[in-house]
Structures are given as C-alpha cells and as structure tokens.
C-alpha cells in the first residue's frame, strides 16, 4: 500500500495505464487513465453531472479547469470551445501527463496543462468549471478557491460540483460570505446526491448573494 492520494503531487504507485471509454462534448472517445489519479476506472459521477447541468461555454477566452485530473472536463471545454485556451490545473504530475497525452491523442491543442503555479498572474477567466477535491480538507479547499475564483472575469461563471454529504451545502454558505463583494452564488442543480453551483461575477456589489431553485 501507498500513501498516494489523488492530490498527491508526485504519485509513488505504479501508473498501470488503462484505456476507457467515455463520452464527451456528444462524442464517443477512448483515452487513457492511471492509477494515482482522481476516478481512473471511469468517468466519476460528480464530474459526469457538472458536464451535463453546466451550460455551454463562451467560444473564446481562457477557461480553467481546476483540479483536471486525467482531463474529463478541460478536454469537454476545449471540444466545445475550440478557440479557447484551456487550462487544466492539478498538483498532480500524472494527472497532468495524462490530459496532455488525452488532449494530444484526440488533436486538441488549445490546451495547456499545467500546476497552480505555472498560470501567469495576470490571466483572467472567462468560465471555471472544477469538480474540486473536496478530501484536501476544508482549509486546503477554502485557500484553493480564494486563490481562482477572483480571478473570474466580470460577467463570468464559475460551476462547481460538489456531493451534499461532502458538505456542499456548508460550501455554498462558505462562499457567499467569503466572495459577497461582486459575486453570488446559487445552487444550479440537484442531482444524484451532487449539487451544482453557480458562482457569478457581477463586478458591483448585490446583497442577494445565495439563492436556492
């Protein structure tokens, strides 16, 4: 046994590359997963729901994609998008080689695949779609999301999911205290024990910052 997680920035296990079937954007693909990586078996439910409640995004612009594992989402974003710059982020090295190796096998090169660090301070995004990795625990997760969500656009979305018995609740209530000051969030969506939710940057102030369908 090893105490890799799929957080862990350089992964001990052995990779045991497999090969899956997922679909994506509205198209059937095969790509690769590894062991040491978030869900390697198949596409994880969470993800699955944020891709089918999450509107299309902008044609253009940076997006990002953070905590990408083996790429589900960014390469989703990039399919739809094709003008976009996507950037997938993940402090795991193996998660980012294999959105690379994905991207590259499916002939995406509007994305670039890189660590926190590596995105230039002053990129801005249009869109953040993250199904983000709730079990770093909640001072990890807070700091992760003070650090992107300022870095939404005006008039830009962010999309979360996150499972109510891992505390989306709690988190939706978190947010709309920490980003009151020109943002508002609310709970998008409602499905199989997952929410998804909305984070909008306005750019003025609103009192009217959580709301519930």
Same mark, same amino acid.
């Given at each position: 046994?090893?105490?890799?997680?799929?957080?862990?920035?350089?992964?001990?296990?052995?990779?045991?590359?497999?090969?899956?079937?997922?679909?994506?954007?509205?198209?059937?693909?095969?790509?690769?997963?590894?062991?040491?990586?978030?869900?390697?078996?198949?596409?994880?439910?969470?993800?699955?729901?944020?891709?089918?409640?999450?509107?299309?995004?902008?044609?253009?612009?940076?997006?990002?994609?953070?905590?990408?594992?083996?790429?589900?989402?960014?390469?989703?974003?990039?399919?739809?998008?094709?003008?976009?710059?996507?950037?997938?982020?993940?402090?795991?090295?193996?998660?980012?080689?294999?959105?690379?190796?994905?991207?590259?096998?499916?002939?995406?090169?509007?994305?670039?695949?890189?660590?926190?660090?590596?995105?230039? @301070?002053?990129? *801005?995004?249009?869109?953040?779609?993250?199904?983000?990795?709730? %079990? /770093?625990? +909640?001072?990890?997760? $807070? &700091?992760?999301?003070?650090?992107?969500?300022?870095?939404?656009?005006?008039?830009?979305?962010?999309?979360?999911?996150?499972?109510?018995?891992?505390?989306?609740?709690?988190?939706?209530?978190?947010?709309?205290?920490?980003?009151? @000051?020109?943002? *508002?969030?609310?709970?998008?969506?409602?499905?199989?024990?997952? %929410? /998804?939710? +909305?984070?909008?940057? $306005? &750019?003025?102030?609103?009192?009217?910052?959580?709301?519930?369908?």
């Amino acid at each position: 046994m090893t105490g890799d997680h799929y957080f862990s920035e350089t992964p001990s296990s052995e990779a045991k590359p497999r090969r899956i079937s997922v679909t994506l954007a509205g198209r059937s693909v095969e790509l690769t997963t590894a062991a040491g990586t978030f869900s390697p078996g198949h596409l994880d439910v969470g993800t699955s729901v944020l891709l089918s409640h999450t509107p299309p995004p902008p044609p253009g612009g940076d997006f990002l994609d953070l905590g990408c594992g083996w790429g589900p989402v960014a390469l989703t974003m990039a399919m739809l998008s094709p003008h976009a710059r996507v950037w997938a982020v993940d402090v795991n090295e193996r998660s980012l080689e294999l959105t690379r190796q994905n991207a590259a096998e499916l002939g995406l090169e509007n994305i670039t695949a890189v660590t926190p660090d590596e995105v230039p @301070d002053d990129v *801005s995004f249009r869109t953040i779609w993250s199904n983000p990795p709730i %079990r /770093v625990g +909640k001072n990890e997760l $807070h &700091g992760l999301l003070e650090r992107w969500i300022p870095r939404l656009d005006e008039r830009s979305d962010a999309w979360l999911v996150v499972a109510r018995q891992l505390g989306s609740d709690s988190l939706q209530r978190w947010m709309a205290a920490e980003f009151h @000051d020109g943002f *508002s969030i609310h709970r998008a969506a409602t499905s199989k024990g997952f %929410r /998804v939710l +909305k984070v909008r940057h $306005h &750019g003025t102030p609103r009192t009217d910052s959580i709301e519930t369908v």
